[in-house]
């Protein structure tokens, strides 16, 4: 059993329209929309964190490019 907290959030019309059509297209409620969304972009937004770490320390080693990734790797 997941421990749930109920929130609050404001959102503009046109989002919440969206919301309404996929919940009743979809026979699903705006929870799990709504949690799957935020679960996908918090996800997303970690792996652009990993990315862009990796992407510095690739940087101070040369490896700029693409083609600076093939070279090492073959």
């Given at each position: 059993?997941?421990?749930?907290?109920?929130?609050?959030?404001?959102?503009?019309?046109?989002?919440?329209?969206?919301?309404?059509?996929?919940?009743?297209?979809?026979?699903?409620?705006?929870?799990?929309v709504v949690g799957q969304a935020l679960k996908?972009?918090?996800?997303?937004?970690?792996?652009?964190?990993?990315?862009?770490?990796?992407?510095?320390?690739?940087?101070?080693?040369?490896?700029?490019?693409?083609?600076?990734?093939?070279?090492?790797?073959?």
């Amino acid at each position: 059993c997941l421990m749930t907290q109920t929130i609050t959030i404001e959102l503009p019309l046109e989002l919440k329209t969206a919301l309404d059509h996929v919940t009743q297209r979809e026979g699903v409620s705006k929870d799990v929309v709504v949690g799957q969304a935020l679960k996908e972009h918090l996800f997303l937004r970690q792996l652009r964190g990993l990315r862009d770490r990796l992407a510095a320390k690739a940087a101070k080693q040369g490896v700029i490019t693409d083609e600076d990734v093939f070279d090492r790797v073959s």
